[in-house]
Each structure stands twice: as C-alpha cells, then as structure tokens.
C-alpha cells in the first residue's frame, strides 16, 4: 500500500536498468519498498541494481527481462508483476534510448525504433497496468518523459517528439484516471548525465541522476503531477517555446 | 448482493492515500450479515463510520467498504439501569441528543462527537478522562458482532477472547452489529472549567500529575511550534460536569438543555493549504495569550468543553489536497525526555500544525490493540508533503519504541510494519483469535495490509470490473 507519504511498498520498474530507476529505487528502498519487480533489457544493469536493492532490505527483488517494443508481450507482464506483488503501488516507466542525430543518421527504421521505444512501446506497457491499477483503486504511474519533448529541437527533433509523445500520453491518461485512486507523475528531466547521454556534450542546467531520484521521490511525497528537473527548466522551457523558431532553429547543439 | 452498490474514493480524516472501493450501506442488520457472514463474495472488506479515524483504517482499495452509518438505532435506554443498547452505526452526536436530556452521558467521548458507536469500539477510543475512567470498552457489557465465521456475542464475561480482540481490533475480527454501554449518569448538561496557563512543558506535565484525581477531565493543549524555553507552552484545561447546585439559581429550571449548533460549514476545498506554520503560528500565539493566566469554575456547556472542532465542520479541508496526518504517541511514565524530544524535532522542523495535546493516560485496558497505556500521549496534526516529514516520523517512531511507547493506528498513516509487533506486544495473541475469527482473510483494510497486521485476501485480479 501507499502511506499517507506517498511512498510505496511494491514497485514495477520497465527500464529497471537504467541509472535512474536504481538511484530512485535505491531512496524508496530507504522509505518502505518491500518488494519489486525489475524488468528491462539491460541484464547487467538489473542484475546489478538487484543485487543493491537486496543489500539495502529489499526483501524480493524479481528481475525479468522485457522489451517494451514487443507489445504482445506486455499484457502477460502486467499479470505477472501484479500476481507476484499482489498488489502494485508504483509503475516507474524508465525507458527511453536517443534517436538519430542528424539528417544524414536518418531512416525509417531508426525513427521507427525511436519512437517504439520512447513512446509507444511505453505508452503500450502502462496500458496494460492501467486496468490492473484501476482495479486496485490505488496506485501511481511515475513516467520519465523529458524537457526535449517540450519544443522538438534540431538536434534530437526524433526522440524529442516520441518524448512528446509519452508526455501528453501521461498527462493525458492521468486526467482519464481521475478519481480513481490512481495517480500519475510526469517527470521532466533536463541533461542528465547517465549512460545514455555519455559522450555528449552537457547541456545547462544538466544534473546527475542521483538529483532526478530525489527529484522523483519529492514528487510522491507530494503527489505532484509535473516535476520539472531542476525546477528551474519550468521557466525557462516557458520561455523557450516562446522563442519565434528563426531563433530557436539557431540554437546550437 | 442485494444492498446498493458504487465505486468511490475514500480517504481518511486526513485526506491521503485514498483509494476507490466498492461502497455499500446496508439498511437493515440482516443485509449487513448477508455481506459478512452468508455471501462473503470474493473481496476483502471493512466496515466503515463516520470516516474519523485519520489514515487508512477505514477503506479497502479494490474491495467492499461496508458503511454502517444506516444502522444507527438506539435499541432499549434503561435509565434505571443507565445503559443503552444500540445500533453500532448510531454515533455519538445521535447518542448525546437521546441522552443528555435524560441525565445521562457516554462513558468515554473522543474529542469529535461524529463518530460511530461501532468505529469508538473499533479504534477503543479514549477521552479526556482516561486518567479516570478507561478506555470505552471498559464501560462495554456486551457487544454482537458479526465474523466471517459466524454471528459472534461476547462480553468481559463471554467470549472475553473475542471481546478483548474485537475492541480495538480495528474492525478486523468482525463488524460490530450491536453494543450495551453503561452511562453516566449527569445532573447538568454544563461543565465547570478551570484552566490555565503554564510556561512550559516540564510545567505542564507536573500540573497535569498533581491533583489529577481532582477532574474527571484533564487535557493540556501544547503550542507544536513553540520552541526554547517557550517550548511546550500550554493551556491547562481540567473539569468536572456541574451539578444542578452550581449552575446560577436562574439556570436551574432546565439543566439538562443540550445546544448542539448546527456546524458552520468551510464552504469550498482550497487548493493550497491554509494551515502553513506562519498562519497556524499566529493562531497558536493569539489562542495563548487570551486565555487568563488561571481561571476556576468557568461554566461551559458540554458541546464547547468537549467539542471544540465540531464547530467547524470539514475543518480538515483547511489542509489543502495534499492533506495532513495526526502523529499520536504514548510513552510510559519516567519516559517524559521523550516526549520533550519528539515535541523538540516537530518545532524545529516547523512540522507541527495547530495546537497539540497532551494528556496523562491512566491504566492500561485489556484490548488486544487498544492504544493507551499508563503514560504520556501526544496528538499533533502535521500537514503531509513537505520536504524530509516522512523520515523525520520515522525518526520519532524510534524514539517512541525505544522508549517503551507506541502509536495510534486510528490515527496512523504511515508507520513503518517492523515496528508494530514491538509497540503492541499482544499482536500475536490478537491474530490466533483473528484467524479463529476469520480464517480466509475476508476482513481487511488498506491499514491492514500496509503494516502487516494480518493476512488479507487478494481481490481477484480479473482486468474486468474496474
């Protein structure tokens, strides 16, 4: 169950792997986690984020392997997690890989790619919780959209708009799941250094992962419904997407 | 399922972790029993009151939350005898306005009277005369209650064991049906006070020991965010029911006149919370210093004395959708450090809300999970979602088991499961009888099933029905 925190028991992590969702479940493990289920693509990383869960009281820790792109998967999944947890308190949706760079990196199988993993493998996936989640008449739906989805840029126009994608998906779905019991958080993270961005030049206002966690954690507390990392990029998004486009067009990067 | 039925988010006193359940209100004690003992369905369900207990004791995410405020009838009122027996779903607004008129008064009275007889029994709820007079169950002759297993009656006399669990059982060995309270008996429906103020808190915890035998009704209401040498500034409020030779001669004609005032109304939920340390701070201050420095024998009709908040109905709303919760602790006497320590981390932390109270339990009662034990207890509102609250009341958590103490589950939202075994020592004792009672998990809570306190079944996890 959620306490009146906000902070969850059990816990369905999707991109369980990732740097992220390691340092998020790492604090929860510190509040009440209890139980999780990791299930991701990246063996390793959910190996290795199981084996911490378990040193910091975890008492199980489930680590499946999941490719959110095969969606005929992704209802049996959701079955599962729920039946192993019996019941489920947190979706923590973590998935997301960049896209094509630029136009010579282009192709219909990478756009392709890109957006069935940053929106509508995702977007798949929560879906097939929503019913068990509704059913529940609790729980909460965290999903990692980003600020590139706010105004598509240039430079990641690809994964920015599949971002796009999964933001309003989420806000979308949250408005649909009023009174329901079930609420969801849109974290929008700015730069973050993790895996995925290594090698690339930070952008400012860029933050470690470790900030996002707190980040998120702060947002169960609070049960806030949009958490801007750092909350600074509220405003200045704000006014970037006022920006004409001759100017936003320029920005380098 | 014959009885009406719809989904509907529930939530505590305190506004948080809501979930949707499937709400039914039976109408009469046979369709209440067709739910928890014929039919029993395939959900796990909790009865509910009033909705007064501050957490999540009263709702069941994805199950059945029976609302038992439609049987609210008062059976038989013996005056010779001063008992009552009544419906479990009567509360104790309905029960002061049979009552009072007739000379007589619940035993034990929480500090809001819109609560059910069946969730006082539930929650073993005490009041400002614990010192003296226990907890409710010790003025129970009998209850009916009713288990997965079977209709059940029990008494301190029969069925101790079912009796014992049930009060304070958080109503999970079974749906309270029926219960005989024995009363007391009044002269007037008018109190007479004496308050004052005292400094701090080592002085207010020796005024509250001394002469305590002197009131029937003792509390102290404590600024949560004074600090220093202010910190645990109080006012002293003690009293006993007035007899008709103290009322002034032209109020004697009619002592027993109850005025319970229609509740004025907060007429919109706000947005954002009201109560932030600023404001509640300003309060606290103004609400100190009016009250004079000592005062005896101030005549107050009962409803003022003893109902304060009831004036204000939907005051909670005041917190804001985030909500708040009530951190409620007792600890053992000598273990007055602690609750120096606890109040200290609140104040500094700004965490506290309106004015805390304090007060000296008596004798430990005999309920499997009943809260009081001879001590200290503390009760602060504390508004959820700011930063660092939750392991601040983990923080204080420790210090209270460390220290011999535990908190109150009708009140509690958030403490963490390892601890309970060790702040409610009969726990083990309560789930033998719980299982006799109730073998297949059917009654259960999201209170429940948040700390563990005894094995609940599952929903079907069927992706209909939603």
């Given at each position: 169950?959620?306490?009146?925190?906000?902070?969850?028991?059990?816990a369905v992590v999707i991109g369980g792997g990732s740097q992220i969702a390691r340092d998020t479940m790492m604090l929860l493990a510190d509040?009440?986690l209890?139980?999780v289920?990791l299930a991701g693509r990246d063996e390793a990383g959910l190996q290795a984020t199981a084996t911490e869960l378990?040193?910091r009281?975890?008492?199980?820790v489930?680590t499946?392997s999941l490719d959110v792109t095969?969606?005929?998967?992704?209802?049996?999944?959701?079955?599962?997690?729920?039946?192993?947890?019996?019941?489920?308190?947190l979706v923590l949706m973590a998935v997301g890989a960049l896209g094509p760079s630029?136009?010579?990196a282009?192709?219909?199988?990478n756009?392709?790619r890109a957006a069935a993993t940053n929106f509508?493998g995702p977007?798949?996936a929560?879906?097939?919780?929503?019913?068990?989640?509704?059913?529940?008449?609790?729980?909460?739906?965290v999903v990692l959209s980003s600020v590139a989805g706010v105004?598509a840029r240039?430079a990641n126009f690809v994964y920015g708009a599949a971002k796009a994608g999964i933001d309003?998906?989420a806000?979308?779905?949250?408005?649909?799941?009023?009174?329901?019991?079930?609420?969801?958080t849109v974290v929008r993270p700015g730069f973050v250094r993790t895996k995925m961005t290594t090698g690339l030049k930070a952008a400012p206002f860029a933050v470690e992962s470790q900030f996002v966690a707190e980040a998120i954690v702060r947002g169960l507390?609070?049960?806030?419904?949009v958490v801007w990392v750092p909350p600074v990029l509220?405003?200045v998004l704000?006014?970037?997407?006022?920006?004409?486009?001759?100017?936003?067009?320029?920005?380098?990067g | 399922?014959?009885?009406?039925?719809?989904?509907?988010?529930?939530?505590?006193?305190?506004?948080?972790?809501?979930?949707?359940?499937?709400?039914?209100?039976?109408?009469?004690?046979?369709?209440?029993?067709?739910?928890?003992?014929?039919?029993?369905?395939?959900?796990?369900?909790?009865?509910?009151?009033?909705?007064?207990?501050?957490?999540?004791?009263?709702?069941?995410?994805?199950?059945?939350?029976?609302?038992?405020?439609?049987?609210?009838?008062?059976?038989?009122?013996?005056?010779?005898?001063?008992?009552?027996?009544?419906?479990?779903?009567?509360?104790?607004?309905?029960?002061?306005?049979?009552?009072?008129?007739?000379?007589?008064?619940?035993?034990?009275?929480?500090?809001?009277?819109?609560?059910?007889?069946?969730?006082?029994?539930?929650?073993?709820?005490?009041?400002?005369?614990?010192?003296?007079?226990?907890?409710?169950?010790?003025?129970?002759?009998?209850?009916?209650?009713?288990?997965?297993?079977?209709?059940?009656?029990?008494?301190?006399?029969?069925?101790?064991?079912?009796?014992?669990?049930?009060?304070?059982?958080?109503?999970?060995?079974?749906?309270?049906?029926?219960?005989?309270?024995?009363?007391?008996?009044?002269?007037?429906?008018?109190?007479?006070?004496?308050?004052?103020?005292?400094?701090?808190?080592?002085?207010?915890?020796?005024?509250?020991?001394?002469?305590?035998?002197?009131?029937?009704?003792?509390?102290?209401?404590?600024?949560?965010?004074?600090?220093?040498?202010?910190?645990?500034?109080?006012?002293?409020?003690?009293?006993?029911?007035?007899?008709?030779?103290?009322?002034?001669?032209?109020?004697?004609?009619?002592?027993?006149?109850?005025?319970?005032?229609?509740?004025?109304?907060?007429?919109?939920?706000?947005?954002?919370?009201?109560?932030?340390?600023?404001?509640?701070?300003?309060?606290?201050?103004?609400?100190?210093?009016?009250?004079?420095?000592?005062?005896?024998?101030?005549?107050?009709?009962?409803?003022?004395?003893?109902?304060?908040?009831?004036?204000?109905?939907?005051?909670?709303?005041?917190?804001?959708?985030?909500?708040?919760?009530?951190?409620?602790?007792?600890?053992?006497?000598?273990?007055?450090?602690?609750?120096?320590?606890?109040?200290?981390?609140?104040?500094?932390?700004?965490?506290?809300?309106?004015?805390?109270?304090?007060?000296?339990?008596?004798?430990?009662?005999?309920?499997?999970?009943?809260?009081?034990?001879?001590?200290?207890?503390?009760?602060?509102?504390?508004?959820?979602?700011?930063?660092?609250?939750?392991?601040?009341?983990?923080?204080?958590?420790?210090?209270?088991?460390?220290?011999?103490?535990?908190?109150?589950?009708?009140?509690?939202?958030?403490?963490?499961?390892?601890?309970?075994?060790?702040?409610?020592?009969?726990?083990?004792?309560?789930?033998?009888?719980?299982?006799?009672?109730?073998?297949?998990?059917?009654?259960?809570?999201?209170?429940?099933?948040?700390?563990?306190?005894?094995?609940?079944?599952?929903?079907?996890?069927?992706?209909?029905?939603?």
């Open positions: 169950m959620i306490d009146a925190n906000g902070m969850p028991q059990t509040r009440r209890s139980a289920v378990r040193a009281g975890v008492e199980r489930l499946w095969e969606t005929d998967r992704l209802d049996a999944f959701a079955e599962r997690a729920a039946s192993e947890l019996g019941s489920v308190d630029d136009l010579d282009l192709d219909a199988k756009v392709c509508s977007a798949a929560l879906a097939a919780f929503v019913a068990i989640l509704r059913a529940q008449g609790t729980g909460r739906i105004r240039k309003g998906f806000l979308g779905l949250a408005d649909a799941l009023e009174g329901s019991g079930v609420g969801v507390e609070t049960e806030a419904s509220r405003v704000a006014l970037m997407r006022l920006l004409p486009r001759g100017l936003w067009r320029r920005i380098p | 399922m014959n009885v009406a039925s719809r989904r509907e988010l529930l939530a505590g006193w305190g506004r948080s972790a809501a979930s949707r359940a499937t709400l039914v209100r039976p109408e009469t004690v046979s369709e209440l029993e067709d739910l928890v003992v014929r039919e029993r369905g395939t959900l796990p369900m909790v009865a509910r009151g009033l909705g007064r207990s501050y957490g999540d004791a009263a709702q069941c995410g994805g199950g059945l939350v029976v609302d038992c405020t439609g049987l609210n009838r008062i059976l038989e009122l013996d005056v010779g005898t001063t008992k009552v027996r009544a419906q479990a779903g009567v509360s104790v607004d309905e029960l002061l306005r049979w009552l009072v008129p007739k000379g007589l008064f619940p035993p034990v009275t929480p500090g809001t009277r819109f609560v059910t007889l069946g969730g006082a029994i539930a929650s073993d709820v005490h009041g400002k005369n614990h010192h003296v007079d226990g907890t409710v169950s010790r003025h129970l002759d009998y209850l009916r209650i009713a288990t997965p297993t079977g209709l059940v009656e029990c008494s301190p006399t029969q069925r101790d064991d079912v009796f014992w669990a049930t009060c304070g059982g958080m109503g999970l060995t079974g749906v309270v049906l029926e219960a005989v309270l024995r009363l007391l008996p009044i002269e007037t429906s008018t109190m007479l006070v004496d308050t004052e103020r005292v400094d701090d808190l080592d002085s207010c915890m020796a005024r509250l020991s001394e002469d305590q035998d002197a009131y029937r009704y003792s509390v102290a209401w404590v600024d949560g965010l004074a600090a220093g040498r202010h910190l645990g500034r109080s006012v002293l409020t003690r009293a006993n029911h007035a007899v008709v030779a103290d009322l002034p001669v032209n109020a004697r004609h009619d002592p027993l006149r109850l005025d319970l005032r229609r509740p004025l109304q907060v007429p919109v939920r706000p947005p954002i919370s009201f109560l932030t340390p600023r404001t509640v701070a300003a309060f606290n201050e103004l609400w100190y210093r009016r009250t004079p420095r000592h005062r005896t024998g101030e005549m107050v009709p009962l409803a003022s004395f003893f109902y304060p908040l009831d004036g204000l109905a939907g005051w909670n709303l005041l917190y804001g959708p985030r909500g708040f919760t009530q951190y409620q602790f007792v600890v053992p006497l000598g273990a007055e450090a602690t609750v120096r320590a606890v109040l200290e981390r609140l104040s500094k932390a700004r965490a506290a809300s309106f004015l805390a109270v304090l007060k000296r339990f008596g004798e430990e009662g005999r309920g499997h999970l009943s809260f009081p034990t001879e001590g200290w207890t503390l009760a602060l509102d504390v508004p959820l979602g700011s930063p660092g609250l939750g392991v601040l009341l983990d923080c204080l958590d420790e210090l209270v088991l460390s220290a011999g103490g535990r908190v109150y589950l009708a009140k509690d939202g958030r403490v963490r499961p390892e601890m309970l075994a060790s702040m409610y020592p009969r726990l083990a004792s309560w789930l033998e009888i719980r299982e006799s009672l109730d073998p297949e998990g059917v009654l259960g809570s999201d209170l429940a099933r948040r700390v563990g306190l005894c094995s609940v079944r599952r929903p079907s996890t069927s992706r209909a029905g939603a």
